[in-house]
């Protein structure tokens, strides 16, 4: 199982980025999948969910109407489409397997919100 998150960086606050997740190494198409994130000092915070044919999603209060998760089966990809980024958001952000409990992740993408 392989998992390459990419499209984090340094944003102000009030901006957007979009993550980006190639899965290979299993059959993604058929997997629930989820990002989870990391803030300095603190556990993993599940961020949302999506079911394997994109019928259902989950997103935590905290990002609700911020974050859009989508997936594209056909290309194995799964994305984080992010906006009005407030300095709470700065995390590592993970791909993952899984609906409510993450199971193989990727390496991480930094996203650094600060003025």
């Known amino acids: 199982v392989q998992l390459v998150e990419s499209g984090g960086g340094e944003v102000q606050p009030g901006g957007s980025l979009r993550l980006s997740c190639v899965a290979s190494g299993f059959t993604f198409s058929s997997n629930n999948m989820m990002w989870v994130r990391q803030a300095p000092g603190k556990g993993l915070e599940r961020v949302s969910s999506i079911t394997y044919n994109g019928a259902a999603r989950y997103y935590a209060d905290s990002v609700k109407g911020r974050f859009t998760i989508s997936r594209d089966n056909a290309k194995s990809t799964l994305s984080l489409q992010m906006s009005s980024l407030t300095t709470e958001d700065t995390a590592v952000y993970y791909c993952?397997?899984?609906?409510?409990?993450?199971?193989?992740r990727g390496q991480g993408t930094q996203v650094t919100v600060s003025s």
């Open positions: 993952a397997t899984g609906w409510s409990t993450a199971g193989y």
